[in-house]
């Protein structure tokens, strides 16, 4: 006999954390299902440690092998999403990003044309962002000060950071105290969801403060396969534990918050997706869905890196005494290298139109950050890599099934640069941000760049360079996008509901209709709290 809840949480990332806390608050009795682990873990909770945990492998990392992408060469990339209650939010470089209001207001123009059309815009997403944010700086028209979610300054700037940011006055960028505030461009340091050093996820803030609530069940290691469809209502869900497969039902709503990859697979699973696609696999189709798994859109990465003149930077300080050292510091006084992702530095630029909006999103990373063999004999050293990131590409990938094997992966196809308008604007910021490191101070303290390959800068060397080197910047959004009621790829519609399927809503990054203008961790949350005001009538 299964369990009935008013309503059931598929997925404890940063927007299914959000949804349950807001729907137990309201004193909903939730099911909340994560597939991943706890989130208690020294070295999830202290900011680097995630990249240790992911270079060594891990079970709070599931990874995805993308398809082989033909434009690339054939290469396939790897692409790591968090296996752990928080998802991104227990696994990230904890940057607390949220676009630019005209992302809102584009999405706002997409849907309205529904029927049934709720606000999207700037002004109308911005209260959510201040509901849930307790930031240690700002508390004004744009920022909340009292909210579960810590937002503090850095822990620490390292001085090659700090050179990044003065190299990019130089050159013209002007410094700004807040990528979250009136204006987007410049260079400066962002703000982090830590507390003194440490981490702030999603589960930390909202999941924990109702452990002792008893209108929540959280259920860990429960891999969700299908949701329950009967009389063309949803009504629950298929999950398998430790225990086996087991079901759930509910008399309200089914939310699903399962990431931009697995999302649309548990649609397709359930016989919710493209007809043609689910009949391969021998699935029996409950509404043929064409936009399931497609639209998906996320921020490409390319680094250029250099290597330093003398020791600047973090290379060492995760090995020998260096490592006991930077321990004791951080136990003892919650200071020190351990209190940062080593992502303090960034900048939003146009480089070929400075005053219109910014077109890169750039991170100063103070080591060498290439593969091993790119490293050239003298191996690793001190250096800095500017991670280069396209805030809103052009190509679009795809989410498919590999099979109607639950157990199995999705098969993921990103795109990254396939349409030449991406390769053009990621040559472009190169050149650009080659000058940075020409630029003093960060000039004087910078021997050589490494990659690319500083004596070709034509084009044709550096889309080879894009097209080797060009990965995840681990914000995937968009698979199950909402949309105007004419739009046959919009799944869902403005209210976050499954078109066709009443009591089915999706309120993770797929549900985007275009990726926001920076990092994806703060919309998703403001996604889960706008989702359960809408599952509890608040809009």
């Avoid at 598929?10 to 806390?21: D, N």
């Avoid at 960034?346 to 103070?366: G, K, L, R, W």
Wanted: hydrophobic residues 35%.
């Amino acid at each position: 006999m299964s369990a009935t809840y008013d309503h059931i949480v598929v997925g404890g990332g940063s927007a299914g954390c959000v949804a349950a806390w807001r729907l137990v608050n309201a004193g909903c009795k939730v099911l909340l299902l994560e597939g991943g682990h706890w989130h208690r873990h020294p070295l999830l909770d202290m900011p680097p440690g995630v990249f240790k945990l992911l270079k060594n492998g891990s079970k709070f990392f599931k990874i995805h092998e993308s398809v082989p992408q033909d434009h690339l060469g054939g290469r396939t990339t790897e692409i790591p999403q968090g296996n752990v209650l928080g998802g991104g939010s227990a696994v990230n470089g904890q940057a607390y990003v949220r676009g630019r209001p005209s992302d809102y207001d584009g999405w706002n123009e997409i849907l309205r044309g529904n029927n049934d059309a709720i606000g999207w815009s700037w002004g109308d997403v911005l209260p959510h962002f201040k509901r849930l944010e307790g930031n240690r700086t700002f508390k004004n028209d744009l920022h909340g000060g009292d909210g579960p979610l810590v937002v503090s300054e850095p822990g620490q700037i390292n001085e090659m950071a700090r050179w990044f940011v003065q190299s990019l006055q130089a050159q013209g960028e002007p410094f700004n105290p807040d990528f979250n505030g009136t204006e987007q461009r410049g260079a400066g340091y962002f703000q982090f969801t830590y507390d003194k050093g440490q981490r702030v996820s999603a589960a930390y803030a909202f999941i924990e403060p109702l452990k002792d609530d008893p209108n929540l069940t959280l259920m860990l290691q429960a891999s969700v396969q299908e949701v329950i469809v009967e009389n063309g209502r949803a009504v629950g869900v298929r999950y398998r534990d430790s225990s086996g497969l087991q079901e759930a039902r509910t008399d309200g709503e089914v939310i699903l918050s399962a990431g931009a990859y697995v999302t649309p697979k548990i649609l397709m699973l359930s016989g919710l997706g493209p007809a043609d696609h689910l009949a391969e696999h021998g699935i029996n189709v409950v509404q043929d869905m064409p936009g399931v798994g497609q639209n998906l859109c996320d921020h490409p990465d390319v680094s250029i890196v250099a290597r330093a003149n003398g020791p600047y930077g973090y290379y060492g300080q995760d090995r020998g005494w260096n490592m006991i050292r930077n321990g004791l510091q951080f136990k003892l006084f919650g200071t020190g290298p351990i209190t940062t992702t080593g992502l303090e530095a960034a900048c939003f630029v146009n480089p070929t139109e400075p005053d219109a909006p910014p077109t890169h999103e750039a991170y100063c990373i103070p080591i060498l950050y290439l593969p091993p063999d790119m490293l050239e004999p003298e191996g690793d050293g001190y250096g800095a890599s500017i991670q280069i990131v396209l805030l809103q590409p052009h190509s679009r990938g795809e989410v498919r099934l590999a099979s109607a094997d639950p157990h199995a992966m999705p098969l993921v196809s990103p795109n990254f640069l396939k349409d030449q308008r991406d390769i053009d604007a990621m040559i472009t910021g190169l050149r650009y941000f080659r000058r940075t490191f020409e630029t003093p101070p960060l000039a004087d303290r910078i021997d050589r760049i490494i990659a690319p390959d500083p004596s070709d800068f034509s084009d044709e060397a550096l889309a080879a360079h894009c097209r080797k080197m060009v990965k995840t910047n681990y914000h995937p959004a968009g698979t199950v996008k909402m949309g105007a009621d004419g739009d046959a790829m919009a799944v869902l519609d403005a209210k976050m509901r499954v078109r066709g399927i009443p009591g089915l809503r999706v309120c993770d990054m797929s549900a985007v209709p275009n990726i926001p203008a920076g990092n994806t961790n703060a919309p998703a949350m403001m996604l889960g709290d706008r989702c359960a005001d809408l599952v509890l009538g608040k809009l």
